[in-house]
């Protein structure tokens, strides 16, 4: 690690200068939702990008409702909104479905998805799910040193290949890692980076059947819906708050106010 | 915007007709297919290199702070600990405070009222009541804020909290609640409005809504300091004095206990009648122990909590202040408005063991419980017609030391009875005003606000009865 720190220190490393902008919320270029399990870090992430002081406790499920904060990077301005800590976003828990809302609905530009690297396998489900959701995510491979600590070897590449979305790994509470994150956040938000998640497929053909034909129906009445798939998912699962939005026409308004490159 | 709206129908029982084919199991296929992806993608990714030997310690240190026998004395010896820490490092810089705030800047705002001539009623609004209040709050409440928030802080840093819920959960489950109020009973002992917004957690809204109605019950940061005082002034006094800070901490833990069996015999009886219906049961993640960050917490829980604790019961306090110093100094006839109030409630109070003055304070202090305290001294010195303690009538003030608040209190009339009943109260009443609004904005229910509004001072009133009853049986 002595090496980086090295680096860190180097004026040229750090051409691209966070400022950490607090509160401060004019003026916005790109919007940053920060999504993940409970208990993995997000709101120390929060906290290293914006400066301000969220709240951050050895607990699962601290934060509740939703913090924004703000920062700069390589002259573009960043909102950050913390989303509460979620296994799933299937089921319809308050907390859940502030972050589900916020992913689908409030559209940002990129979704950081913090990962407990000793927790690998479980909080994936989760981020297969946000995956389905957006296309525009980075994932925030947290607690490494505890990972190290407990001698699991992470093929970080591998993780990111078949999940078709940058891999950074992080010590954010020593903020190792942070920089890259910034770097990874930023090409993926002007479209440098094009996530290319993986398409998960039922085994059942009927189902896949299904969901194909309504997603064309969503894509008919909706053109440029970015997550079509995802909504003729939640509307063969009967999903109120869903239907809802289908039949109010919000649904509709989702592609108008996507900035940006699409990927 | 009609096109979509037609559009949308069709889409909507396209859907359902497919639902209808593709039959019951198509939930759980779907489920599978994401958990079988997750496990082969980290099957792929992730090596365990030699074996698990970093958590041992972890484990072994989870094995004695959630067994079965030490799990719950090692829950209360923490408790008993952090409070006593509070107790006796508060004191000093409490009495420094007041003696700045009160007995030096005091006299001087009222010196400088006088040299230009300001009416005796404003300064006395003013002065006497909006100023002196805030001053008391932040004299009383800054000092035990500003050790109890970090030591918290640091507990739930370190991952101490979630093994609370651990050990806690069987008992909540046990009286049809869900496990993980055990958390927000933990963060009511902060503050019940952020206990609260906290019980979001839970996903069932009967379970929710049972942890909201019992947050109540976690005493509460404003509720510490009378507590601590009463305690010190009519238990640690039984006793002789090299052990009477720990008596008082140990009846402050006696009285928080109280409250935790409290919340769980409520969660106990909603749930066996209007709130019918099976604990949910979910997995609690025990985090890995992580060593707090002690500076950054210090700074967190300083600035942020404490400040924005103080910072409302400043906001509230003063005009409360303002309220007593008006009715104390409104006079119908030969007695004020305090006067009248306390002698017509006096009987119905001493049936429950407290007395009027107790009940006013109780009513004017309802937008933050910080305030009791002054406000009972302030109304027995009154009632009592002690004019030569304090700043006069009307004027809340800090006296030199807790003897000097002994006198006063045992000159009007109180006994041990009545400290033991007004513990019992100050845990047993209604929560403070933020703390309903609070439960409005999470409930969007007027009916449950009222519950929880009510259901606590109709308890108090029951349990201090019987305590005065019980005592007098053996005391007649």
Redesign the interface.
Known sequence: MDTQHDCANCPAYNKANLIKLGLNLDNIDYVIALAGN??TGKSTVFNNLTGL?Q???????KT??RAEGGYSYDEKRYKVVDL?GTYSL??????EEVARDFILFGQPDVTVIVVDA?R???N??L???ILELTKRAVLCLNLMD?AE????????R??SK??GVPVIPCVA?KMEGIPELLQAIKEVADGEFICRP?Q?????K??NH?IA??SE??LD?YPGLPNAKWV??R????DNSI?EA????E??NLNEIQPGVQA | MSNNRTKGEDIIAAANSARWELGTNYHDSLIESIYGEASRISRNTVKQKGDKQAYSFDLKIDKIVTSRWLGFPIMFILLALVFWITVSGANYPSGLLASLLIDTLHPMLKDLATTIHMPWWLSGVLIDGAYLSMAWVIAVMLPPMAIFFPIFTLLEDLGYLPRVAFNMDNLFRKAGAHGKQALTMSMGFGCNAAGVVAARVIDSPRERLIAIITNNFSLCNGRWPTQILIATIFIGSLVPAKIAGLVSAGAVVTVALLGIFFSLAVSWGLSKTVLKGEASSFSLELPPYRPPQVLQTLYTSLIDRTMIVLWRAVVFAVPAGIIIWLVANIHVGDLSLAEYFIEWSNPFALVFGLNGVILLAYIIAIPANEIVIPTVLMLTVLSTGMSDIGAGSGVMFETDSIGNTASILHAGGWTLLTGINLMLFSLLHNPCSTTIMTIYKETRSVKWTLVSTFLPILLGLIVTFFTTQVWYLFHG
């Open positions: 409970p208990n002081h709240h951050t406790g050895n607990w699962p499920g509740v409702s509460p299937l089921s319809t828990s308050t907390d000793t690998i396998e479980r994936l489900n981020v297969l799910q505890e600590r407990n001698h699991l070897e992470i093929d970080v591998g993780l078949e999940l509470r993986p998960i497929k039922s085994h059942s009927k189902l299904a034909s309504l129906k969503l009445s003729a998912m509307l063969l699962e009967g239907i289908v039949r109010s026409g649904l509709g």
